[in-house]
Nanobody, 125 residues
Framework: QVHLVDAGGSLVQAGDSLRLSCVAS????????YGWFRQSPGKDREFVAG???????DYADSVKGRFTISSDNAKNTVYLEMNSLRPEDTDVYYC???????????????????WGQGTQVIVSS
């Protein structure tokens, strides 16, 4: 069972950049597909970005061209590089992992079985 710890959230200004990290432990890093989601109070968890090891990457339209998901296998870490941040990017961001279900990147939060604890990103205008 993989355990995820995400970090890197902060208070930044609009236009700034930020990099979130997600360290995976307790499982085989490359056995899982990974995603980043975000959530505001009272709202559903929203897909942000994801990848699988076959080389497929997917991004929500709202972040395409600004955010990049990547990994460092040597560190068992998944990153979310966020550029040109906007106030509407303010949320709690969660790293997630899945190793079952349909192939490819899933945008459905319920298909992910493992979650980080969340890290807060606040973008001020």
């Amino acid at each position: 069972q993989v355990h995820l710890v995400d970090a890197g959230g902060s208070l930044v200004q609009a236009g700034d950049s930020l990099r979130l990290s997600c360290v995976a432990s307790g499982g085989t890093f490359t056995s899982y597909g990974y995603g980043w989601f975000r959530q505001s109070p009272g709202k559903d968890r929203e897909f942000v970005a994801g990848f699988v090891w076959s080389g497929v990457y997917d991004y929500a339209d709202s972040v395409k061209g600004r955010f990049t998901i990547s990994s460092d296998n040597a560190k068992n870490t998944v990153y979310l590089e966020m550029n040109s941040l906007r106030p509407e990017d303010t949320d709690v961001y969660y790293c997630a992992a899945r190793n079952s279900g349909p192939p490819g990147v899933s945008r459905r939060s319920w298909e992910y079985s493992h979650w980080g604890q969340g890290t807060q990103v606040i973008v001020s205008s």
